[in-house]
Every structure is written in structure tokens, then in C-alpha cells.
Nanobody
Framework: VQLQASGGGAVQAGGSLRLSCAAS????????AGWFRQAPGKEREFVAG????????DYSDSVKGRFTISRDNTKKTVYLQMNSLKPEDTAVYYC??????????????????????WGQGTQVTVSS
């Protein structure tokens, strides 16, 4: 399975972007998904996670109320809608998948070690 992230770019503070993460390859089975980000000089951090069924989501405190994670399982794609962007949101954003080994269709995961498949990252730059 491969993950392809896209949708990053440069925006001004207050703007919006939507990231996409498309899965390809042997994509049968259930998977939980998440978005992480890494700013220069900082460790990778959890941004948002969504269950396989899409009925549950979790967010870091720093993005709660501004970002929305969703998924379309028919397209094997997970999205991250980012609104009211701030300069501190500037980072490389990575999507990740936990394939098969999920407790239930409503399980969500927030740790880097919970995920075994990672996309290549997409740069998001927010200017003030």
C-alpha cells in the first residue's frame, strides 16, 4: 500500500487549504488514518485522526475547531480541511494509515507508532 499526499501550498494567515491522501496498491481491508506535521527543528506531531467508519475523529488542541478530517472510503482517500490557518501551522504534513490491525471500525489513533504506512509529505506554508 502506498499513500500519496497532495494539496499543500502557500497561503496567507486566515486562509484555507484542503489536503488529500490517496491510498493505492493492495488497498483491501479496513484502516484508520491520521495526519501529522513536522515543522523545522521540531518533532513530528499529531494533527488529526479518523476511524475507518468515519464516525469518530480526534484533533490536537492546536487545530481543534479549525481543521476537519474526513474520508471517502469509495475513493480510498482521506482529507484534511484546514481553515483559519496561522503561521504556526507551517510544516510538512504527512498522512498515515494503520492497515488491518484496528480494534474496531470506530477506533482512532493518535501516536506515530500506531501507524505503519506513511505518505511522502506535503508542504504547507502560512505567511502573516
Amino acid at each position: 500500500v502506498q499513500l500519496q499526499a497532495s494539496g499543500g501550498g502557500a497561503v496567507q494567515a486566515g486562509g484555507s487549504l484542503r489536503l488529500s491522501c490517496a491510498a493505492s496498491g493492495r488497498t483491501f481491508g479496513r484502516y484508520a488514518a491520521g495526519w501529522f506535521r513536522q515543522a523545522p527543528g521540531k518533532e513530528r506531531e499529531f494533527v488529526a485522526g479518523v476511524s475507518w467508519s468515519g464516525d469518530r475523529a480526534d484533533y490536537s488542541d492546536s487545530v481543534k475547531g479549525r481543521f476537519t478530517i474526513s474520508r471517502d472510503n469509495t475513493k480510498k482517500t482521506v482529507y484534511l480541511q484546514m481553515n483559519s490557518l496561522k503561521p504556526e501551522d507551517t510544516a510538512v504534513y504527512y498522512c498515515a494509515a494503520r492497515w488491518g490491525q484496528i480494534y474496531s471500525s470506530s477506533s482512532i489513533y493518535s501516536g506515530s507508532d500506531d501507524y505503519g504506512i506513511w505518505g511522502q509529505g506535503t508542504q504547507v506554508t502560512v505567511s502573516s
